[in-house]
C-alpha cells in the first residue's frame, strides 16, 4: 500500500475551511489532501471547473481538507461523496471508489530556486544544487532529473514553510506545479517571485483526476462530459491517452508577466 501511495503523486493539495460534513443529497463533499496553510481552494482552477460541472448537474460542491491517506479513505468508507486530485486510478487500491475519467486539470512541473542561486543561463541543466526539499507524503524526487537523484533530502510540512526556507538560503531546489503560482504570490512571508527563479525548461507536465464512492457511480459518466464541455483551456484526454500539455492561458499569461527572461524551451 505504501507503494501505491507513493505512485500516486498527490497533484494539486489544496486547502479549505474545515466544513462540516453534511446529508444534503444535492450537497457533495470532496475530500482535498490539506497541504497548505490558509489558502482559498478557489483560486484554482481546477476547483471552479469542478463546481461549475457540479451545477450544471444540480449540485453544490464543499471541500473538505484531510491527511493524504484519510483523504481517499474518507471516499472509500462513504463518508465523503469524491476525492481530489490525483495522478493515477485508484480504484485498484480503493474498492469503494469510482474513477472520472477525463482530466480536471493539467499543469507543467518547474524546478525552483531561489534568485541568488540560479546560474546565468536560467537552465537546471546547469544548476547545481546539494539540498532538495519535499513536502511530506509529496513523493516526487524519484521523478527528477538524474543529475539531481543523490541530492540532500529535507523534508518540510508544506509548500509555505519550502518556500521560505528556499528563499532563506537553507535548501537549493524544490519541485512546483506551475498553477499555484499565482497563489504562492499570496503567501505571507514569501517574496514571490522576486526572490525565486524558475527554471527551464519544463520537466514534464502532469494531470490530475477525480474520484467518487460508488454511489455516485451514475455520476461518473454525467461529469466526465461536463467536465469536457466545460473545459475550455483545459485539455480533456482519457486516462488513457497521451497526457494533454497545454497548461491555461491563465497560467501562461502569468508566467509571461512575471518571468519574462525564462524562456520555456
Given at each position: 500500500?505504501?507503494?501505491?501511495?507513493?505512485?500516486?503523486?498527490?497533484?494539486?493539495?489544496?486547502?479549505?475551511?474545515?466544513e462540516?460534513?453534511?446529508?444534503?443529497?444535492?450537497?457533495?463533499?470532496?475530500?482535498?489532501?490539506?497541504?497548505?496553510?490558509?489558502?482559498d481552494?478557489?483560486?484554482?482552477?481546477?476547483?471552479?471547473?469542478?463546481?461549475?460541472?457540479?451545477?450544471?448537474?444540480?449540485?453544490?460542491?464543499?471541500?473538505q481538507?484531510?491527511?493524504?491517506?484519510r483523504?481517499?479513505?474518507?471516499v472509500?468508507?462513504?463518508?465523503?461523496?469524491?476525492?481530489?486530485?490525483?495522478?493515477?486510478?485508484?480504484?485498484?487500491h480503493?474498492?469503494?471508489?469510482?474513477?472520472?475519467?477525463?482530466p480536471?486539470?493539467?499543469?507543467?512541473?518547474?524546478?525552483?530556486?531561489?534568485?541568488?542561486?540560479?546560474?546565468?543561463?536560467?537552465?537546471?541543466?546547469?544548476?547545481?544544487?546539494?539540498?532538495?526539499i519535499?513536502?511530506?507524503?509529496?513523493?516526487v524526487?524519484?521523478?527528477?532529473?538524474?543529475?539531481f537523484?543523490?541530492l540532500?533530502?529535507?523534508?518540510?510540512?508544506?509548500?509555505?514553510?519550502?518556500?521560505?526556507?528556499?528563499?532563506?538560503?537553507?535548501?537549493?531546489?524544490?519541485?512546483?506545479?506551475?498553477?499555484?503560482?499565482?497563489?504562492?504570490?499570496?503567501?505571507?512571508?514569501?517574496?514571490?517571485?522576486?526572490?525565486?527563479?524558475?527554471?527551464?525548461?519544463?520537466?514534464?507536465?502532469?494531470?490530475g483526476?477525480i474520484?467518487l464512492?460508488?454511489?455516485?457511480?451514475?455520476?461518473?459518466?454525467?461529469?466526465?462530459?461536463?467536465?469536457?464541455?466545460?473545459?475550455?483551456?483545459?485539455?480533456?484526454?482519457?486516462?488513457n491517452?497521451?497526457?494533454?500539455?497545454?497548461?491555461?492561458?491563465?497560467?501562461?499569461?502569468?508566467?509571461?508577466?512575471?518571468?519574462?527572461?525564462?524562456?520555456?524551451?
Amino acid at each position: 500500500m505504501i507503494k501505491a501511495f507513493r505512485l500516486c503523486y498527490i497533484l494539486f493539495p489544496l486547502i479549505a475551511s474545515a466544513e462540516n460534513l453534511t446529508p444534503d443529497p444535492k450537497v457533495l463533499t470532496f475530500t482535498t489532501v490539506d497541504f497548505y496553510e490558509h489558502q482559498d481552494s478557489n483560486k484554482l482552477q481546477g476547483v471552479n471547473l469542478l463546481r461549475e460541472a457540479l451545477a450544471n448537474l444540480g449540485y453544490h460542491l464543499r471541500i473538505q481538507p484531510a491527511p493524504p491517506e484519510r483523504s481517499l479513505r474518507m471516499v472509500d468508507a462513504g463518508v465523503a461523496d469524491g476525492e481530489l486530485l490525483r495522478l493515477r486510478d485508484m480504484t485498484p487500491h480503493f474498492k469503494n471508489l469510482v474513477l472520472v475519467n477525463t482530466p480536471l486539470q493539467t499543469t507543467s512541473m518547474m524546478l525552483v530556486t531561489s534568485a541568488n542561486s540560479a546560474p546565468n543561463s536560467g537552465r537546471w541543466s546547469e544548476f547545481h544544487a546539494q539540498r532538495f526539499i519535499t513536502v511530506k507524503d509529496i513523493f516526487v524526487s524519484e521523478l527528477l532529473p538524474r543529475r539531481f537523484h543523490n541530492l540532500e533530502n529535507v523534508e518540510v510540512e508544506n509548500y509555505h514553510q519550502a518556500l521560505r526556507m528556499l528563499q532563506a538560503g537553507r535548501a537549493d531546489l524544490i519541485l512546483l506545479p506551475e498553477a499555484y503560482f499565482p497563489i504562492i504570490e499570496q503567501m505571507k512571508g514569501v517574496q514571490w517571485p522576486e526572490k525565486f527563479s524558475v527554471l527551464t525548461p519544463v520537466l514534464f507536465d502532469l494531470t490530475g483526476f477525480i474520484h467518487l464512492h460508488k454511489r455516485h457511480a451514475q455520476l461518473a459518466k454525467k461529469l466526465e462530459h461536463e467536465i469536457r464541455a466545460l473545459a475550455g483551456n483545459f485539455c480533456a484526454h482519457s486516462m488513457n491517452d497521451h497526457t494533454c500539455t497545454q497548461p491555461s492561458l491563465d497560467t501562461v499569461n502569468y508566467y509571461a508577466e512575471h518571468f519574462p527572461k525564462s524562456a520555456r524551451q
